[in-house]
Each structure stands twice: as structure tokens, then as C-alpha cells.
Nanobody, 123 residues
Framework: VQLQVSGGGLVQAGGSLRISCAAS????????MGWFRQAPGKDRQFVAA????????SYVDSVKGRFTISRDNAKNVVYLQMNNLRPEDTAAYYC?????????????????WGQGTLVTVSS
């Protein structure tokens, strides 16, 4: 499956941004989907995941209550709505697809990756 990420940009602290990941090539609903981010000089870390049907999600503690992952299987798109953004959220954001039957948070659990989109939060 090919993943195309869009929607990054520059936003002030406290603002909101939604990034999208469009899938093509294979049935989108076969995959659990995840969002990861990588800040300069740091490892890529898990942000959020959603299961195939969209009724189960998982988040890293630092974004709980601020970020929402969702998916539209009819449109083959997964979203990450980011509210109350903080400067420490600044990073390149990646979406990924996993064959695992349960929600996973490790980089190695995901088989397909989109390109990153840069989110910059100014203070």
C-alpha cells in the first residue's frame, strides 16, 4: 500500500492542525494505522493508532486529550486532528500501516510508511 501524507505547516502554540494520510494500492481496511513523529535529533516515536474498523484507538500520553486519530475507510484516509498544539509537538509526522491484528506502537510493527510532513509550532 502507498501512503501519501499532507496537511503539515506552521501554527502558533494553542492552535490546531489536521494532517491526512491517503492510502492506495491495497484494501485500506486491512490495516491498522498509526501516526508517528520525529523531532530533530530524536528517534521516531509513536503518537497514535487506530484499528481497522476505527472503533479502537491508542495514544501516547503526551497527546491524550489534544490529538484525535480517525479514519474514513470509504475514502481510504486516516486523519490526525491536533488541538492545543505545543512547541514540543514540532516534528515531522509520518503515517504507517500495520498488518498486526491488534493496536501496536513500535516502529517495527508497521510495514508501510508515508513520507513525513513537517508540523512546526511556534511559541
Amino acid at each position: 500500500v502507498q501512503l501519501q501524507v499532507s496537511g503539515g505547516g506552521l501554527v502558533q502554540a494553542g492552535g490546531s492542525l489536521r494532517i491526512s494520510c491517503a492510502a492506495s494500492g491495497r484494501p485500506f481496511s486491512r490495516y491498522n494505522m498509526g501516526w508517528f513523529r520525529q523531532a530533530p535529533g530524536k528517534d521516531r516515536q509513536f503518537v497514535a493508532a487506530i484499528n481497522r474498523s476505527g472503533d479502537s484507538t491508542s495514544y501516547v500520553d503526551s497527546v491524550k486529550g489534544r490529538f484525535t486519530i480517525s479514519r474514513d475507510n470509504a475514502k481510504n484516509v486516516v486523519y490526525l486532528q491536533m488541538n492545543n498544539l505545543r512547541p514540543e509537538d514540532t516534528a515531522a509526522y509520518y503515517c504507517a500501516a500495520s498488518y498486526r491484528s491488534y493496536l501496536v506502537t513500535g516502529n517495527s510493527d508497521y510495514t508501510y510508511w508515508g513520507q513525513g510532513t513537517l508540523v512546526t509550532v511556534s511559541s
